[in-house]
Structures are given as structure tokens and as C-alpha cells.
């Protein structure tokens, strides 16, 4: 059975950066959805790191770094999933799965921009330790991305809660997921973060940056379906309901209507290419 347009997840975590250079293990985490579809935000005592913003001379680089400008694209991998289950470890299992097929398909487009790659890891467990914090209560998100420990948080319990079994929704966020740690490793998420540092928490600045964050993780998703569809477990039915399962996603001022995270995994899934996710040249009604 789909699940309905409930609560959703999101947490982001990026490291911060403060004057002078220094680097702080301080931790923002980007606004998640109540019951009633409000932005809530969970956040720590400053805020991040590396760049930019459509405001100033600073925020008007985003989207120029190596990877995005390379026009890379996501090879194609034969990604073999066990059945998806509730059990602990048999959903631990298709997460792992899943990521061995996501660095598989990321690390030659990384290394095509001439950038590092680092694999990502996912924890399942209901409490976990992070090394952003403790994870926001259940209400306000299912999981999030921490690029401090590069670890992919997505408790067993609120997952199924949210999710059921159905396997394209598990599919698609962890991709989501994922595609924060490109950014990270990119360096798109540092610049988006010292941009957020310049607009007023929950502003429309702040509110307009994170919409392309996320939505650029939603086009980055879709590229991954895009090479993996019709090989192995992801056959394009599977892919194309992935892509689809992002309409299921709560409309919201920090991630965009439901059909505008949609869209952005339609053009990562159609084109396959960096040169469809660069959010940070959209125009302003493309991220709304």
C-alpha cells in the first residue's frame, strides 16, 4: 500500500566553518516537516561552511565547482538488491546494497571532475550516535545525512513507520540521502552553508538556499536511477516509481512544492548528467 502525505524526514548536517578559517564541528541541520507541513528547524550554535548564495558575489558561485561544471555523469551499474524486509538486518542489508551501487556509480563521475571520493556509510539503528548530534525527534524527520562522520542516518523504526515496504520509497531517499554526500564531497555543501550563514534563520534567503540543496539531492537521485535502471534489481519500472515516489514528498517552503521534487528527479532521471542538476542556475520559479 502507498503511504499517505504525512510527515517527512530531513535532516542535513554540514560542518561550519567561522571567521578567520577555523574549522568547528558545529552542526545546522535543514528545516523538516511537522504533521502540519510547517518548516521546523533543528539547528546548532552557528552556522557552516564553504561558500555562496544568490545574493551576493560569494552566493553567486555556487554551482561552479568542479563537479558541476564537468558535466559528469553517473555510470551505469548492474545494482542487485536482496528483498526488501522490516527485519533489522535484512533492511540493513538492502541499504547496504543499495550504497555499494550508489559508489559504484558516483565515484568515476567524482573522479571525472578530478575530486576524491569517499564511500558513505548507513546507520539503521532507532538511537544512534552521531557525530552531528543526536537525531531530531521522530515527528520532524525520519533521518538525516551527516557529513562530519559521512553517514547516512535512517532509523529502522521511523523508516518503515513512514515507508511500509514499499520498495521504490527506500529506493529513492537513500539516493536522496546520498546525493547530499556528493554535495559534500563536491564542496557544494560547504558553500551552501557559509551562504546560509548570511540570512536570517527561517528568512527567505535561508528558506530559497535549502530548496536548492534538496532539490539539487533530488536530481542527483535521479541520475543515479537513470544508470541504474533495467540492470540487475532496479528494472525500469522499479526506477521510474523511484522517481515518482518523490510527488509523495510533503510540499514545503525549504523543499519545494511536491511536484517541483518531482520534476528535479524527472531531469537527473531523463538526462543523467550534471548539467541537469545545477539548481543554483535555475531560475527562481524552477525552485519553488
Known amino acids: 500500500a502507498r503511504r499517505g502525505r504525512g510527515p517527512r524526514r530531513w535532516g542535513l548536517a554540514l560542518p561550519a566553518v567561522v571567521a578567520g578559517g577555523l574549522v568547528a564541528a558545529l552542526v545546522m541541520v535543514v528545516p523538516v516537516l511537522d504533521d502540519s507541513g510547517e518548516g521546523q528547524a533543528e539547528s546548532g550554535t552557528d552556522t557552516a561552511a ?107 523504526t521511523r523508516t518503515v513507520d513512514a515507508f511500509g515496504l514499499a520498495t521504490e520509497a527506500h529506493l529513492a531517499t537513500l539516493a ?59 528494472d525500469r519500472a522499479l526506477a521510474g516509481d523511484a522517481v515518482d515516489d518523490f510527488r509523495n514528498w510533503i510540499d514545503s517552503d525549504t523543499h519545494g512544492s511536491a511536484e517541483t521534487q518531482r520534476e528535479w528527479a524527472l531531469r537527473g532521471y531523463r538526462d543523467g548528467s550534471m548539467s541537469a542538476c545545477n539548481t543554483w542556475r535555475a531560475p527562481d520559479e524552477r525552485v519553488e
Open 50 to 156: 564553504g561558500g555562496t548564495g544568490q545574493e551576493s558575489s560569494g552566493e553567486s558561485r555556487i554551482g561552479d565547482d568542479a563537479l558541476s561544471v564537468s558535466g559528469a555523469r553517473t555510470a551505469e551499474v548492474e545494482c542487485t538488491l536482496p528483498e526488501l524486509s522490516s527485519d533489522r538486518e535484512r533492511l540493513a542489508e538492502f541499504y547496504r546494497a543499495e550504497l555499494r551501487c550508489l559508489d559504484r556509480a558516483w565515484e568515476p563521475a567524482l573522479a571525472e571532475a578530478g575530486l576524491p571520493f569517499r564511500p558513505a556509510e548507513v546507520d539503521i539503528a532507532d538511537s544512534p550516535d552521531t557525530a552531528c548530534g543526536p537525531l531530531p525527534p521522530r515527528e520532524r524527520a525520519t533521518g538525516l545525512y551527516c557529513s562530519e562522520d559521512g553517514t547516512i542516518y535512517l532509523p529502522r
Open 176 to 234: 536522496h540521502e546520498y546525493g547530499h554526500h556528493v554535495q559534500y564531497l563536491s564542496g557544494i555543501l560547504g558553500d551552501a552553508g557559509r551562504a546560509l550563514g548570511r540570512h536570517a534563520a527561517e528568512g527567505p534567503g535561508d528558506r530559497e538556499l535549502s530548496r536548492r540543496v534538496e532539490l539539487q539531492a533530488n536530481c542527483l537521485a535521479g541520475m543515479f536511477l537513470h544508470g541504474a535502471q533495467g540492470r540487475g534489481g532496479i
